[in-house]
Each structure stands twice: as structure tokens, then as C-alpha cells.
């Protein structure tokens, strides 16, 4: 089966560091996406790790470790904006992401 | 530059009808993808597609069929709705079928 944990909700406030994490179980293993949703609207991509270590775009981080089954994504300098959904999504196979239920965000002043 | 689109919006038919959702792409992405989201379950595959005139299922294909005759296009259609098929769905479309996906708007379909 796959299966991919990630806390329903996190809370934190402006311009602190928050750390979203999730660990998978799955039967293939390409690569870790984040994904990010505001109510409404649709997801967009934020990142992709397929290598273990840390990727940097901006305020957000990403990082995997392969061996451990385990990434996580950092937000840094939080804004107002940044509450939303984050999903993180395995890539199984060519093409197929599964992804996991989501973490809920909510950025208070 | 239109990127995806999902039409209708939003949908309310009756349990037994067919239901069909359209996406249209101008990007001329090679991959198409239909999700469902519900509660819980964050976002499930339903088909994809790598190219025109080739299709494959995803996580949870029953109920539902499509085609792509045209690249920019991906329609979905519920051959007979359930009301287990209330949801938002999500087209997306990806130049590589790996990493990045984009997503349409969503179509809120409701089958009472």
C-alpha cells in the first residue's frame, strides 16, 4: 500500500520558522513534492527533491532523506499569506504522485 | 496566456445522469491528470494521460472514463454519477509527467 503521514495542523506566527514533515511508505520511490493550497484554489508546486539533502527556493526549504523514508519543508520569515494546505506527494512511478492529506497552516499576527 | 482551464465550475446533477468535466491546456503539455479531493483524503489520481490517444488509470478509476483526442484537451466524464462522486476535481498538466504539475481551478461537483 502507500501511505503518507503529515500533521493535519500546525500553528505559528509572523515571521517565525515552521517545519512541516512527512514520512512515507510507498512501493516506488522517484522523488518528494511539496505542494501548497489556499482555501478555493488550487494546488501549486513549491518543490521537488529527488537526491537526499536540502533544497532552497526563497523562504521555503525542502529537505529528503531517502534512507529514513522522511522529508520535510521549511517556511521561514512566515507571512500572513503563507496560511494555507501544504501537501507533500511521493512520485511512485513515471507520471504517478500520491499524495499525502495535508497539512493545514494557520499564520497569526 | 490562459495556461489550464476546467469547465464548469461548479455542478450540481442528480444520481444516474452523465456528467462530463472539461480541461483545455495551451501550454501543450504532453501529461494530463484528473484528481479528486475530499476531506481526508487529499488529492487521489483518477487518469492520466502521457500523450493524445493515450490514457492509463490511476488510484481510483471506477465510475469514471476519458479520452484525449487532442493534446490541449483531457475531458472527464461520470458515466452514471453517485453521490460517492460529490467532490472537487482538479485537472493538472506537466511538460515532463514528474515533478511539476499545474493545476486548473477545480470543478465543484455535487450528485444528489
Known amino acids: 500500500g502507500q501511505s503518507l503521514e503529515q500533521p493535519s495542523e500546525v500553528t505559528a506566527v509572523e515571521g517565525a520558522i515552521v517545519q512541516i514533515n512527512c514520512t512515507y511508505q510507498?512501493?516506488?520511490?522517484?522523488?518528494l513534492s511539496w505542494y501548497q493550497q489556499h482555501d478555493g484554489g488550487a494546488p501549486t508546486f513549491l518543490s521537488y527533491?529527488?537526491?537526499?539533502g536540502l533544497e532552497e527556493t526563497g523562504r521555503f526549504s525542502s529537505f529528503l532523506s531517502r534512507s529514513d523514508s522522511y522529508g520535510y519543508l521549511l517556511l521561514q520569515e512566515l507571512q500572513m499569506k503563507d496560511s494555507a494546505s501544504y501537501f507533500c506527494?511521493?512520485?511512485?512511478?513515471?507520471?504517478?504522485?500520491?499524495f499525502g492529506t495535508g497539512t493545514r497552516l494557520l499564520v497569526s499576527p | 496566456d490562459a495556461g489550464i482551464t476546467q469547465s464548469p465550475r461548479y455542478k450540481i446533477t442528480e444520481t444516474g445522469r452523465q456528467v462530463t468535466l472539461m480541461c483545455h491546456q495551451t501550454?501543450?503539455?504532453?501529461?494530463m491528470f484528473w484528481y479528486r479531493q475530499d476531506l481526508g483524503h487529499g488529492l487521489r489520481l483518477i487518469y492520466y494521460?502521457?500523450?493524445?490517444?493515450?490514457?492509463d488509470k490511476g488510484e481510483v478509476p471506477d465510475g469514471y472514463v476519458v479520452s484525449r483526442s487532442k493534446t490541449e484537451n483531457f475531458p472527464l466524464t461520470l458515466e452514471s454519477a453517485t453521490r460517492s462522486q460529490t467532490s472537487v476535481y482538479f485537472c493538472?498538466?506537466?511538460?515532463?509527467?514528474?515533478?511539476?504539475?499545474?493545476f486548473g481551478p477545480g470543478t465543484r461537483l455535487t450528485v444528489l
Open positions: 494521460s502521457a500523450a493524445a490517444d493515450i490514457t
Open positions: 493538472a498538466s506537466s511538460e515532463t509527467g514528474s515533478d511539476t504539475q499545474y
Open positions: 527533491n529527488a537526491l537526499d
Open positions: 506527494a511521493v512520485l511512485t512511478g513515471f507520471q504517478k504522485l500520491v
Open positions: 501550454w501543450s503539455h504532453s501529461y
Open positions: 510507498t512501493s516506488g520511490f522517484y522523488g
